[in-house]
């Protein structure tokens, strides 16, 4: 597509210092949000043309595309903006901590915390006998199949077109 130049170098610089970039699917945007000179639509089709080069990844969720710069995509950027080897993306930075190991506060017995109402009486009842026997079918093992529903309509193998119906 054709794009104004300074568009087109305005949308790979801000690619290559934040390694990402996203924009909403929406062709009549006038302005992108995090480039407000620079049209939505411009920076749809310009990394639409990267995705096709191999020099991002393109994701899309919820009507917004996600474009993450590759390895490639880094080595071409960097000679077509014409920079130094030492200047990375943020993405490839490494994070500083400045917090250090902070202090958590201590954790005070449970009586302290209030009144729990009912809540440990049904926790901590009388033990109940033996959990697993209890489990199941249960005591009663003696099973009856009926066959479905009472006028015997329920099922496949009952009955049919061509079958004598069964009069009771």
């Known amino acids: 597509m054709l794009m104004p130049k300074k568009d087109r170098i305005a949308i790979f610089e801000h690619l290559f210092k934040e390694g990402v970039i996203v924009a909403k699917k929406d ?3 006038a302005k992108h949000p995090e480039l407000e000179q620079v ?11 990267l995705k096709s080069k191999g020099m991002v990844t393109e994701q899309f ?3 917004h595309y996600y474009w993450y710069l590759t390895n490639e995509g880094i080595q ?9 080897p030492e200047i990375v993306p943020s993405t490839l930075k490494r994070q500083t901590r400045t917090e250090a190991a ?21 926790r901590r ?25 009472p006028s015997g309509g329920f099922g496949r193998g009952r009955g049919g077109f061509g079958v004598p119906s069964q009069q009771q």
């Open 27 to 29: 062709y009549q945007l």
């Open 39 to 49: 049209r939505n639509l411009y920076v749809i089709n310009a990394l639409r043309s």
């Open 61 to 63: 969720a919820w009507r």
């Open 76 to 84: 071409y950027l960097r000679d077509f903006l014409h920079l130094p």
């Open 102 to 122: 902070r202090p958590r506060p201590t954790r005070s017995a449970p009586e302290s915390r209030g009144p729990t109402g009912d809540r440990a009486e049904y």
């Open 125 to 149: 009842g009388p033990p109940s006998g033996d959990k697993k026997a209890d489990t199941g079918a249960g005591a009663n093992t003696d099973f009856q199949f009926r066959g479905g529903a």
